[in-house]
T-cell receptor, first 115, second 114 residues
Framework: AQKITQTQPGMFVQEKEAVTLDCTYDTSDPSYGLFWYKQPSSGEMIFLIYQGSYDQQNATEGRYSLNFQKARKSANLVISASQLGDSAMYFCAMREDPYGQNFVFGPGTRLSVLP | DTGVSQNPRHKITKRGQNVTFRCDPISEHNRLYWYRQTLGQGPEFLTYFQNEAQLEKSRLLSDRFSAERPKGSFSTLEIQRTEQGDSAMYLC????????????FGPGTRLLVL
């Protein structure tokens, strides 16, 4: 079964607008971490934001925020004030339990920012 | 720059040849990971080291694949008798034990097997 689902293969957003990239996850472990990475065409995976399963507040990092809805098992990424440089693949990933070390990645969403 | 580095960045080889990739993690990170990413997919976990100990291996890591981290610093990933299906991006990441365990990735090695 898919542990990470990203239902939007591609998204378009106008420059300076906000965009939400969806991510749902599946785990029975009470302790887990959720991550978002950006992968530009150059190939490097760039860490954006992290949310722990016990964190009470939604994570924010500059223009990135994570809309964490634990009961719905969703961890959507919100990018505010999109910039042309935001065009890239975006991956949602999960690390299960405090001692599990490998990440499980979703299939990704390709975001295109239009001028 | 003290990020994760990988060499080479690109490798073209003929089927049946052996290839070796190197990863240098962030210096204070004791955990190191290898992932494989094929076109249009997210990265898939291959193996993980804590210091010099290889603690976890995916079933994706066939017996043609071997990884080492002899002194707990850099790591090598070797693929023997390469096959066309091995063509992919090989990503290395590192993290520091404790905290959120955020993994920081290198630029990857893109392998093409002809």
């Amino acid at each position: 079964a898919q542990k990470i689902t990203q239902t939007q293969p591609g998204m378009f957003v106008q420059e300076k607008e906000a965009v939400t990239l969806d991510c749902t996850y599946d785990t029975s472990d009470p302790s887990y971490g959720l991550f978002w990475y950006k992968q530009p065409s150059s190939g490097e995976m760039i860490f954006l934001i992290y949310q722990g399963s016990y964190d009470q507040q939604n994570a924010t990092e500059g223009r990135y925020s994570l809309n964490f809805q634990k009961a719905r098992k969703s961890a959507n990424l919100v990018i505010s004030a999109s910039q042309l440089g935001d065009s890239a693949m975006y991956f949602c990933a999960m690390r299960e339990d405090p001692y599990g070390q490998n990440f499980v990645f979703g299939p990704g969403t390709r975001l295109s920012v239009l001028p | 720059d003290t990020g994760v580095s990988q060499n080479p960045r690109h490798k073209i080889t003929k089927r049946g040849q052996n290839v070796t990739f190197r990863c240098d993690p962030i210096s204070e990170h004791n955990r190191l990971y290898w992932y494989r990413q094929t076109l249009g997919q997210g990265p898939e976990f291959l193996t993980y080291f804590q210091n010099e100990a290889q603690l976890e291996k995916s079933r994706l890591l066939s017996d043609r694949f071997s990884a080492e981290r002899p002194k707990g610093s850099f790591s090598t990933l070797e693929i023997q008798r390469t096959e066309q299906g091995d063509s992919a991006m090989y990503l290395c990441a590192s993290s520091q034990q404790g905290g959120g365990e955020t993994q920081y990735f290198g630029p990857g090695t893109r392998l093409l097997v002809l």
